[in-house]
Every structure is written in structure tokens, then in C-alpha cells.
């Protein structure tokens, strides 16, 4: 149950959009549309993003949309904005009945 | 509104054992698998453990397994995470999370989640 691989870090300017990859395997990320992105700001509680490769919850602004292709899905924020500078996750339903997350991605707004 | 309270993080010396509680409030707690996710200090996500609505499917992270055992009183609305035989790296902040049904009626991801209980194995 190796991690899911997600860049360290990825900045961009206010009103930019960026773009967070998480590459897995086809016993994950490549076999499920089940890929969803988690922000968690400090201290506090991972919150949903999206879900099923590229579904929003109520609630989540139009800004952050989700994709995938083959192996690895993606993450991308436009508009970017200030609130955006925190830390996100991917994570995957895998072929173990099991579930992954990425490695973690800080983006930072400059 | 959803919530999810765990309790019952310590700090435990190596070999010991803690048992997590994860009270449940705003749904209907036997209709949603539940899961516990972890994060060690300053790392990443960890899927532990997750368990269906009627406690007869149980998944384990192979970290995990065959140390931790996961259950749920669905009469009480409340996620257990039994820990034996702990180590330091079972050190973490431990979160219950609640399962969102997908599109396609599947539990894929995870809609709610608490704030966490601290678990510190150190002698």
C-alpha cells in the first residue's frame, strides 16, 4: 500500500490556476473513478474537495475541479486566491478493498 | 449537521493498548460505513481501518493489521478503533471519518470528518 505521489509543494499567483497531480498504479487510481481530494488547512480537519475523480460537493467553489487520466489524476484550482495556501490530498479506492492517500501537496499562493 | 467526536487519545508506553470512540450525531449512523484515518505529527494522511453500516465487512491497512481492531454499536452511534500492541510509529492525531455514498452508490470517499484524538506511544 505504497503512498500515492504528489508533488511537495506548487505555488502560483493570485488569480492564477495550478494544477496538483497524484500519480498511483491500475490497482488504484488508474482501476476506480474513486479518486478525491482532501484541503486541510492547519490544525484543523481535512475537508472534502471533490469526489469520484471530478464531482464537487455542495458548498465547494466552482474554482477547484478534478480530472484523471490513466494513472494519475489532477487537481486544479483556478483563480487562485489566498485562501487557497494550505495543504491537499489525494486518495484512492484500491483493488484491496482498501483505501490510499497521496503523499501531500503544499500549495503556496505568492 | 453531521458530527464526529472521538475521544480516548493518550499517551501510552510501547506494547500497551487504547481503545478510540467516535460518537456519531446528524445521520443515520448504520446506513454510512465509517472509517479511521491518521496522521502522525508533520506527515501525511494514513488510511487505518474501515468497517460497513452493519459491522460485516472490515478493512485493514496492513500497518494495522492483526494489532487493531475496528467495530461499531450502531445502537449507540458509536466507532470503536481497539489499538494493541502499540509502537512509535502508531503515533498520531486518529480521525473518524464518515463515508459519502458516490454516483455510483459506492462508499468512495470521505464526507465528514472529526477533529481528531492525539495517540502518543512513547516510554
Known amino acids: 500500500q505504497s503512498a500515492l505521489t504528489q508533488p511537495a509543494s506548487v505555488s502560483g499567483s493570485p488569480g492564477q490556476s495550478i494544477t496538483i497531480s497524484c500519480t498511483g498504479t491500475?490497482?488504484?487510481?488508474?482501476?476506480?473513478?474513486?479518486v478525491s481530494w482532501y484541503q486541510e488547512p492547519p490544525g484543523k480537519a481535512p475537508k472534502l474537495m471533490i469526489y469520484?475523480?471530478?464531482n464537487r460537493p455542495s458548498g465547494v467553489s466552482n474554482r477547484f475541479s478534478g480530472s484523471k487520466s490513466g494513472n494519475t489524476a489532477s487537481l486544479t484550482i483556478s483563480g487562485l486566491q489566498a485562501e487557497d495556501e494550505t495543504d491537499y490530498y489525494c486518495s484512492s479506492y484500491t483493488r484491496s478493498n482498501t483505501y490510499v492517500f497521496g503523499t501531500g501537496t503544499k500549495v503556496t499562493v505568492l | 449537521e453531521v458530527q464526529l467526536l472521538e475521544s480516548g487519545g493518550d499517551l501510552v508506553q510501547p506494547g500497551g493498548s487504547l481503545r478510540l470512540s467516535c460518537a456519531a450525531s446528524g445521520f443515520t449512523f448504520s446506513s454510512y460505513s465509517m472509517s479511521w484515518v491518521r496522521q502522525a505529527p508533520g506527515k501525511g494522511l494514513e488510511w487505518v481501518s474501515a468497517?460497513?453500516?452493519?459491522?460485516?465487512?472490515?478493512y485493514y491497512a496492513d500497518s494495522v493489521k492483526g494489532r487493531f481492531t475496528i467495530s461499531r454499536d450502531n445502537s449507540r452511534n458509536t466507532l470503536y478503533l481497539q489499538m494493541n500492541s502499540l509502537r512509535a510509529a502508531d503515533t498520531a492525531l486518529y480521525y473518524c471519518?464518515?463515508?459519502?455514498?458516490?454516483?455510483?452508490?459506492?462508499?468512495?470517499?470521505?464526507?465528514?470528518w472529526g477533529q481528531g484524538t492525539l495517540v502518543i506511544v512513547s516510554s
Open positions: 469520484d475523480v471530478s
Open positions: 468497517i460497513s453500516g452493519s459491522g460485516d465487512r472490515i
Open positions: 471519518a464518515k463515508f459519502g455514498m458516490g454516483a455510483s452508490g459506492s462508499f468512495s470517499h470521505f464526507d465528514y
Open positions: 491500475s490497482s488504484d487510481v488508474g482501476g476506480y473513478d474513486y
